[in-house]
């Protein structure tokens, strides 16, 4: 897999290696990631998709320092997340991560404008003006940014947290269902604004979903069942997606048989 060469040396946005993660023990113990291993690369929209249960959400939390594995690597950049102290994980999610979440999980008592700020100020950064006019004019909000919550629609409001998850240019974007809450039109909007992030900012994406329409947005796809990557696609369509979830449970008896535009990986083998 190709990555972005920084410093002589390549670093992907983020990259798991070999992460397990169980919870409980004895007879209630359940095995949510199974030695999974994958990159993501800088400037790339990922799509991670899989059934209830097959451990999507779990990798997505354990990237994003929002979880620990219980054995395996993980790393933002070139930083290593395990072994690090609790106050350097709040700054690193701070510095190098953005989250947009499907509650939006926007501040009530706060206008569009101080959302969109609150992680610079809660750094004690302010932001840079040429790249605020910037995100500010991606997203469309311009004439709503005094504006509170309660006053925007659901699409304006989850503009609103995509602007504030860019703001601070961070290494990498974790979208967690980003669509869920929003209509069809709404929806499209959102992810050909992810897109353009990518594109136009060389931002990093990585969302999970379980709608194949959301997913065909993505330069990449990976599929999870049963704490296992299975399968991956590249420029996906919504019917390539589709078919594949059908297959899932195919896959992962035969990752990859008889599907030429599929590929699982060693790990899931």
Not at 206 to 227: E, K, N, P, Q, W
Not at 230 to 239: G, H, I, Q, R, Y
């Amino acid at each position: 897999m190709t990555v972005i060469e920084k410093n002589d040396v390549a670093v992907a946005a983020a990259r798991a290696g070999d992460i397990w993660k169980v919870y409980g023990s004895g007879a209630a113990e359940v095995t949510a990631l199974r030695g999974v291993t994958a990159e993501f690369r800088r400037g790339q929209f990922t799509a991670i998709m899989g059934p209830s249960g097959s451990g999507k959400s779990t990798l997505m939390h354990c990237l994003a320092g929002l979880d620990v594995a219980t054995k395996g690597t993980v790393h933002i950049g070139d930083t290593e997340l395990s072994g690090q102290q609790d106050k350097a994980l709040t700054r690193l999610r701070r510095d190098k991560i953005g989250f947009i979440f499907q509650q939006f999980n926007l501040l009530p008592t706060l206008s569009a404008a101080e959302n969109i700020r609150l992680p610079l100020d809660i750094a004690g950064t302010k932001p840079d003006p040429k790249w605020w006019d910037a995100v500010i004019d991606a997203v469309g909000l311009g004439d709503r940014l005094s504006h509170r919550p309660s006053q925007l629609s659901g699409g304006q409001q989850q503009r609103v947290a995509c602007a504030r998850a860019l703001i601070t240019r961070p290494e990498v974007i974790f979208a967690d269902e980003p669509t869920g809450n929003l209509d069809s039109r709404s929806g499209a909007e959102l992810l050909q604004f992810l897109q353009l992030s990518v594109r136009e900012y060389g931002q990093t994406i990585v969302m999970v979903t379980h709608d194949a329409v959301a997913a065909s947005y993505a330069d990449r796809v990976i599929f999870l069942a049963d704490g296992q990557i299975v399968s991956e696609l590249d420029k996906p369509t919504a019917d390539a997606v589709l078919d594949t979830m059908k297959r899932l449970d195919v896959l992962v008896a035969a990752p990859g048989e008889g599907d030429e535009n599929a590929t699982a990986p060693a790990a899931a083998r």
